[in-house]
């Protein structure tokens, strides 16, 4: 099956949302109360009040880069911040008269007035929740506090007790947070749906804030203004993911939005009377901004429904980027991308709302998060082959990514998952989704019948894994998964040192069911599959910064073939002897990519195609050297580049009619949880399209193309 298993060609969206919030924010100095003067201004939350500091961690969810910050400064200076120029934090510290920009607390290069006049601790996508923010590799509110206390340490050592104590209880502080909760982790993904209903996990949300705002006070914090949530369903994602057709808002997020912000204002109310020295002010922007989307021209705007930059529709974070067009009229747009708002339309919400939190502008938030998922494409086949020289193979072990995994995701802690609709629209019976990424069945199932083993290959992680399972093979692969170990790091899957472990396992489990020899007679026996560094290529490397600081393509593809070494070495020293390895198809034409860099009109981005050749031949080389070096086993390296390019260029050849867009959806972006139950439609003709989503192929392209693959290799592994 391995063999026969159509390689595939694994394309991982990190289709990476960030979150947006819609703060109060003003231009204009304000006049204070009672002439009291404020010190310095700190923020805490998410990203609309993140000025810079998620720059400095191993997350996804940043925009350092253009057209991000198109208005900012001179103009195209990308800081880090969710927008064409200033953020509230930003004007927030303007208007109270501290000074023009509120820096990150991260940035190295800060200087001792920068902290003497306040810093920003935000991190954008974080949450009141705790999974939100391990999800997203962002800091928690508590890792905020934290940064707050060693701020604190600093101060002192520069002025000392006293005039410390006056600065940080004289000071504005701002929380801006919850809107990741709500539209991502509750709404988006499925664990904490199996532990709560929006009821008692508003409750939850609203206790996680009111411990944060304890803590905060106890730290001496005495002004204290507290966001609540905007009507979240109006939001162009929002409208785009949940809003049918015809894009409306969706109610479903703006009815939680206002449950969450009774229970959070009634508990703002009691911390209050509790704490009789300090002022702790909610701040109430739903109504605002309701009035802003429904009544746009009013405000001086022309479009309320889409964003700036690029469709206006998905484009956040990593999907707006230097090859997306922007609108010239960006002063028309409540929207930047499809999440956060323009400058302008922060400066108009901040005017409608300053006065609610006395001298300090009080901040809206809205965020949205869109998580990406990764993609991948592989061969696959139907019907049963002759083995040469009468061989059996009594098991198939699949090893890598997405397009060998059956469901391993589905258990562990990721956002890389597929068990939900329409995903298995043609499996079983039908509408029956599994954790496959795909309309039907993948190659690891094709696989396995091809060779006459089982009908379906059984995720390892499967709690219900039954004797006969195990002994004819299970797929030990995770969806995003890749060759470099910062790849799984980020997307928080099942690493290849990971799978192996669970082999390890797999092995013990054998010898404890049929003796040593039988063990052994099956590992050496079976067929094993690898498929890996898709999700290297086309996001780690491409769509993050981390790795291009360290590498250029030509290193960085060496030091995926070193990890591909590191791991065929490990797996033939735990007695594995017929095993196949993937090479990477033409990434850059998978629907995907033509959106993210195809410009206009969606070619195929020549960069991750070259980058894939580049790889597959450094791949094919060592996998050569290998054969050599282990003349007892045999190590077949399977070629898919030259296989999908005809099947995409030449695709009435195939009998199919569309090869460049997927079949859910728009076909442009969605995958995983993007193409979901209210996704706008899947196709009725899925026999037509080579794509499942934006990145999998149908089930009739994988058969396709594993067809033509397993002919040229079947006699490599005998």
């Known amino acids: 099956m391995f063999f026969c298993e159509v390689p595939f060609s694994q394309l991982f969206l990190a289709i990476l949302w960030s979150f947006s919030t819609i703060i109060i924010s003003l231009v204009s100095v304000v006049s204070l109360p009672n002439n009291e003067s404020v010190p310095a201004l700190f923020v805490f939350g998410d990203s609309i009040l993140d000025t810079g500091n998620n720059d400095y961690i191993e997350t996804f969810f940043k925009c350092n880069f253009p057209p991000y910050g198109e208005d900012f400064g001179g103009g195209n200076q990308p800081t880090g911040r969710f927008s064409n120029g200033l953020i509230p934090s930003d004007f927030l510290a303007a ?23 306040g810093v920003s601790f935000a991190s954008g996508a974080s949450g009141y929740d705790p999974l939100t923010n391990n999800i997203a590799l962002v800091l928690s509110l508590s890792d905020q506090l934290d940064k707050f206390k060693e701020y604190k340490t600093k101060i002192q050592d520069m002025v000392g007790e006293n005039t410390t104590t006056t600065i940080i209880s004289k000071s504005i502080y701002i929380l801006s947070s919850g809107s990741n909760d709500i ?18 996990y508003t409750d939850l949300m609203v206790s996680k804030a009111k411990e944060f705002l304890e803590d905060l006070y106890e730290l001496g914090a005495r002004r204290i203004g507290i966001v609540g949530l905007p009507n979240l369903g109006c939001l162009p994602s929002q409208r785009t993911l949940r809003g049918g057709f015809n894009r409306t808002c969706s109610d479903l997020e703006n009815q939680a939005a206002m449950l969450f912000n009774n229970k959070l204002s009634s508990q703002i109310d009691i911390l209050g009377k509790n704490f009789t020295d300090a002022k702790l002010v909610y701040l109430d922007i739903y109504k605002i901004l309701s009035d802003m989307v429904q009544n746009a021209t009013k405000y001086g705007f022309e479009v309320a429904d889409k964003g700036c930059c690029g469709t206006g529709y998905f484009e956040v974070g990593g999907l707006c980027n230097f090859l997306s067009q922007i609108c010239s009229n960006r002063s028309n747009y409540i929207f930047w991308d499809s999440f956060h708002p323009t400058e302008k339309a922060y400066n108009i919400i901040s005017s409608e709302v300053n006065t609610m939190f006395f001298s300090e502008v009080p901040s809206p938030q809205l965020f949205i998060v869109i998580v990406w998922s990764f993609s991948t494409i592989i061969i696959s086949l139907v019907s049963a082959v002759r083995l040469p020289n009468n061989e059996s193979v009594p098991a198939v072990i699949a090893f890598g990514d997405s397009i060998l995994d059956t469901g391993n995701n589905d258990y562990i802690n990721t956002l890389f998952k597929s068990n939900f609709r329409p995903y298995g629209k043609d499996f079983g019976g039908g509408n029956q989704p599994t954790g496959r990424f795909s309309n039907g069945l993948i190659p690891s199932d094709f696989l396995a019948a091809i060779l006459d083993i089982k009908k379906l290959l059984p995720p390892y992680l499967d709690p219900n894994l039954k004797r006969h399972d195990l002994l004819t093979g299970v797929s030990f692969a995770s969806a995003a998964s890749g060759y470099d170990p910062q790849t799984n790091k980020i997307a928080s899957v099942l690493s290849l040192s990971d799978q192996l472990e669970n082999f390890k396992e797999y092995k013990t489990k054998l010898h404890d069911m049929v003796g040593e020899n039988t063990t052994t007679t099956i590992i050496s026996k079976s067929v094993y599959l690898l498929s890996s560094g898709n999700n290297d290529i086309a996001n780690t490397f491409f769509t993050l910064p981390f790795r291009r600081l360290q590498y250029n393509v030509s290193t960085y593809t060496d030091f995926m073939v070193s990890q591909a070494t590191k791991f065929l070495q490990n797996l033939y020293g735990l007695g594995a002897r017929k095993i196949g390895v993937l090479g990477l198809p033409n990434l850059g034409c998978v629907p995907s990519q033509r959106t993210l860099r195809g410009g206009l009109h969606r070619k195929c981005s020549e960069r991750e195609n070259q980058a894939s050749m580049l790889f597959n031949k450094k791949l094919s080389c060592q996998i050569d050297i290998l054969g050599k070096k282990y003349p007892d086993a045999k190590f077949v390296y399977l070629d898919i580049y030259s296989v999908l390019s005809d099947l995409v260029q030449n695709t009435t050849k195939y009998g199919f009619e569309v090869a460049d867009k997927g079949c859910c959806g728009s076909g442009n972006l969605e995958v995983s949880i993007l193409c979901n139950p209210l996704s706008l439609g899947i196709c009725s003709n899925r ?32």
């Open 95 to 117: 208007e109270l008269k501290i000074k023009k920009l509120l820096p990150p607390y991260l940035d190295p290069n800060l200087k001792r007035e920068d902290l003497l006049t």
């Open 183 to 200: 539209t991502n982790t509750f709404f988006l993904l499925p664990f904490r749906r199996l532990q709560y209903n929006i009821s008692t």
């Open 687 to 718: 026999s037509n399209y080579v794509f499942w989503d934006s990145f999998h192929p149908t089930e009739k392209a994988y058969q396709i193309i594993t067809s033509q693959v397993f002919d040229k290799n079947v006699d490599k592994f005998f």
